[in-house]
């Protein structure tokens, strides 16, 4: 599924098992049949569960800080074989699935917004939610998230190339591939000012602090990027400012202040 959404703090009901957060999206209760997507405070976290039947629970994938008063974009994709985050068109946490669906009860109804089953609710706007029969790729995505043409195919492919090995973690493979659909991109800027978002998370997981906060400081430089991509750039470059890093330009401080 995906959607654009802006949440805009706590709601009125808490939750009793979550009381600081609430569901987004559910189809069923999402954690011994169905499926959710939640946010939960004070952390900003996202989180996207598979229900399994007692004694089991939810297997879950989550992806944070995603900054609140913005809007994201936002796709949760299961292939049958992974779990996938994204946010603002870009991979934000994966995770191993190969089990089965368990449906909910017949007379459930997917549902916006507070859905109960231990999780309160958020203040929410939301936009454009649409629920796929098929698992959307990462390009598709992208292009959802981005609103831009299919662009060379060479490009698609280190995308997704980069895509793979960053849930599986080969970081030093995905800075490749990212550099790559970089170069395949230059014309389509908004798409390549994400791409530096997501070339320095790889870089940041690699521990290159500063080819890292050089990346970020980018994207916090380019006007043509959405607020909400913009956003995602500003924690971890604030971390790597209290740390020291080099690689943070004037205008990123500003930013950041």
Same mark, same amino acid.
């Given at each position: 599924?995906?959607?654009?959404?802006?949440?805009?703090?706590?709601?009125?009901?808490?939750?009793?098992?979550?009381?600081?957060?609430?569901?987004?999206?559910s189809l069923g209760g999402g954690y011994w049949d169905g499926w959710r997507l939640t946010y939960r405070y004070p952390d900003k976290t996202l989180g996207f569960e598979i229900g399994r039947p007692k004694p089991a629970s939810a297997v879950s994938v989550s992806a944070g800080p995603?900054?609140?008063?913005?809007?994201?974009?936002?796709?949760? =994709?299961?292939?049958?074989?992974?779990?996938? +985050?994204?946010?603002?068109? *870009?991979?934000?946490?994966?995770?191993?699935?190969?089990?089965?669906?368990?449906?909910?009860?017949?007379?459930?109804?997917?549902?916006?917004?507070?859905?109960?089953f231990g999780w309160g609710s958020v203040a929410l706007d939301v936009d454009e939610v649409a629920v796929f029969n098929t698992a959307l790729s990462g390009v598709d995505i992208l292009r959802d998230a981005f609103f831009f043409d299919p662009g060379p195919p060479q490009m698609a492919e280190r995308v997704e190339a980069g895509e793979r090995a960053f849930a599986g973690r080969y970081y030093s493979v995905a800075v490749t591939e990212y550099r790559a659909a970089?170069?395949?991109?230059?014309?389509?800027?908004? =798409?390549?000012?994400?791409?530096?978002?997501? +070339?320095?998370?790889?870089? *940041?997981?690699q521990k290159q602090p500063a080819a890292a906060a050089a990346e970020f400081s980018a994207v916090l430089e380019h006007p043509a990027l959405p607020e909400g991509v913009r956003s995602l750039a500003l924690r971890p470059l604030a971390d790597l400012a209290r740390q020291g890093a080099g690689g943070i330009s004037r205008t990123a401080y500003a930013a950041l202040l």
């Open positions: 599924m995906t959607a654009w959404i802006r949440v805009r703090g706590q709601g009125s009901v808490r939750g009793d098992s979550v009381a600081s957060g609430g569901t987004l999206f995603v900054p609140d008063n913005v809007w994201h974009h936002l796709a949760a =994709v299961w292939t049958g074989q992974e779990m996938r +985050l994204y946010v603002d068109g *870009l991979l934000a946490g994966a995770t191993a699935y190969a089990g089965n669906f368990t449906p909910p009860p017949k007379n459930a109804q997917f549902k916006i917004g507070l859905a109960g970089l170069e395949l991109c230059r014309a389509r800027e908004p =798409v390549a000012g994400a791409l530096r978002l997501q +070339l320095g998370q790889a870089f *940041l997981r």
